[in-house]
């Protein structure tokens, strides 16, 4: 037996399965009534009655492949006898469950006009015809409510499936779109912290290749600032690319190396022991509480500044001031002399445009210009909760 014969099998059956049950099952009540037929009706019909439940029975294939098709053909054997009454009903109820309620309205208005035409000519013992056919058509109105519920039910309940699976579907888009966000999150800060350990390993490595002669002790902090430097690049480094392959969406949320504001001290010291000059003034204390949000975004704007100061004008040095209370906005303004051949550092390059974005995201914005007195100028405004 080949494969296509042997997956055929079990399909076949599935597919038959509905019609053999049927076949049974209406089988039985049809010879319930042929039986009853014969014994109560003129025995000259009973050839008849039982050709026609044989006609009624092999209706039911057809009824289950084509409901309207058999459905009117069943109401129209039924108008000469009872004993297909099982199928037309059965028609009525299978038509309303899977096809439309005009198809199912057809079969039952054929129905029950065959039942009429019976009861007109083959009446029944004790029962008045006007009875029998209220009767008869309460019951195939019965039947065609009923498939039509039944249908709308499974209708409903299929639609709250789908509506279930795309919001299922929908929720896991979201939560890769924000796993994303995190990464993509993730990968700004380590531009940034790696930018600021680089640019501080190249100015602690370029007063090493200048000043060969300067006394042991400065080469000796040169060379422990690029120590500290590399091993705080690589810790972080390492760090982040945790992160990065975690698929902990909880982890990703949080911040990766959470430093805020209060952490700007060890920031300004690093960059004096890489030989940057960085005066920090204005009414703010750098460890005054800010929302955590808000802190990690201020001191990514001056590490970024800081950064493009010692890339653009090194061995300038670096004016830092802070601003601003709760319920008004913080304030970061960065300024340093222009360097001779640093033309450039007015221009908007890609730490500014990272600034930029980054102050957008937190609602803020930054502005950067060359004052008339050749100094560079760097300000962020962010907004500050009260």
Do not use: C
């Amino acid at each position: 037996m080949d494969a296509a014969t042997w997956a055929g099998g079990p399909l076949r059956v599935r597919r038959w399965a509905p019609v053999g049950l049927s076949t049974v099952a209406l089988g039985v009540l049809v010879a319930v009534a042929l039986w009853t037929t014969i014994r109560s009706g003129p025995a000259a019909l009973a050839g008849v009655d039982a050709a026609l439940a044989v006609a009624a029975l092999s209706l039911v294939p057809l009824v289950i492949r084509r409901p309207q098709t058999g459905g009117v053909l069943a109401g129209l054997l039924v108008a000469l006898s009872s004993v297909v009454t099982p199928v037309a009903s059965f028609a009525v109820l299978f038509t309303a469950r899977h096809r439309p309620f005009r198809q199912a309205a057809t079969v039952t208005v054929v129905g029950v006009a065959g039942e009429a035409v019976q009861g007109a000519w083959r009446s029944t013992p004790g029962l008045p015809y006007g009875w029998r056919l209220a009767l008869m058509t309460a019951a195939y109105a019965a039947l065609l409510g009923w498939g039509t519920w039944a249908r709308a039910r499974h209708a409903l309940l299929a639609a709250l499936r789908d509506r279930a699976q795309r919001a299922e579907r929908e929720q896991e888009r979201r939560v890769v779109e924000a796993r994303a966000a995190e990464r993509n999150r993730i990968a700004r800060e380590m531009h940034d912290v790696l930018a600021h350990r680089l640019s501080l390993l190249a100015t602690a490595a370029g007063a090493l290749e200048y000043r060969p002669d300067a006394p042991p002790e400065r080469l000796s902090a040169a060379a422990g600032v690029i120590r500290s430097s590399a091993h705080h690049a690589l810790d972080e480094l390492r760090e982040v690319i945790t992160l990065l392959r975690s698929d902990d969406t909880d982890a990703l949320a949080d911040d990766p190396l959470g430093q805020t504001l209060a952490d700007l001290p060890r920031l300004v010291e690093e960059a004096w022991a890489a030989g940057q000059r960085v005066e920090v003034d204005g009414p703010l204390d750098p460890s005054v509480a800010v929302p955590p949000a808000l802190g990690r975004t201020a001191y990514r704007v001056v590490q970024e500044a800081l950064t493009n100061a010692r890339k653009h004008a090194a061995g300038q040095p670096v004016v830092l001031t802070l601003g601003g209370a709760p319920g008004a906005e913080l304030t970061i303004a960065v300024s340093n002399p222009t360097a001779p051949d640093a033309g450039a550092a007015a221009t908007a390059g890609s730490g500014l445009i990272g600034l930029a974005e980054r102050a957008a995201l937190a609602g803020g914005h930054v502005e950067h210009h060359v004052g008339a007195d050749g100094r560079f100028w760097l300000t962020a405004r962010l907004p500050w909760p009260a």
